[in-house]
């Protein structure tokens, strides 16, 4: 078992999750690191107008938290629900970060998962302001390709930008 497991067993809290069920919303506190052990969460703004905006899709083997509420202490700027039943193991990132300091593999481990993150986080900022909401929806059937069966029309549409009738036309033309 590698050190980093060691750390989630030790101070890791298992939640099982309801479909609807939030681990944390937005404007809450939350310093957790969730690791998805099952199920499928989605991660979404409630935007000023009250529409929600899903920022991710997080399937199995999945790990989020809220950056700014992990590092800084502020409240968290979205929103963490689940969409299946599933369980996550909550650890607190102070745990991760204070034993990270004194362990070189676990410090790797962390620094990997920051790099991934930022990554994912670039990737989505490029396609919301880049790609068209065609290129946004078939990125998302390449790189989740199992999501349409686990995710509503709305959710869908929700996470490329359009409302649900115009990712019909989308799905509609990509059909041809």
Do not use: W
């Not at 399937?59 to 968290?76: H, K, Q, T, Y």
Request: proline share 3%.
């Amino acid at each position: 078992m590698s050190r980093f497991q060691e750390l989630v067993v030790e101070h890791g809290r298992e939640k099982a999750l309801d479909p609807g069920e939030h681990v944390f919303s937005q404007g809450d506190s939350d310093s957790n690191v969730y690791f998805v052990k099952t199920g499928l969460l989605k991660a979404y703004y409630i935007r000023a107008d009250g529409k929600e905006h899903i920022k991710s899709f997080l399937p199995e083997g999945s790990i989020i938290g809220s950056m700014v509420a992990l590092v800084d202490g502020d409240a968290c700027t979205f929103s963490l629900q689940a969409l299946e039943d599933g369980v996550v193991v909550a650890l607190p990132y102070a745990k991760l970060e204070l034993a990270a300091q004194n362990d070189v593999d676990l410090a790797n481990a962390l620094i990997a998962f920051l790099s991934t993150y930022g990554k994912r986080k670039e990737r989505r900022e490029y396609e919301l302001l880049s790609l068209s909401p065609e290129d946004r929806f078939a990125i998302l059937l390449e790189t989740m390709p199992d999501i349409a069966d686990r995710v509503s029309q709305a959710d869908m549409a929700a996470y490329v930008g359009v409302t649900p009738q115009a990712l019909s036309r989308i799905k509609r033309r990509m059909a041809k």
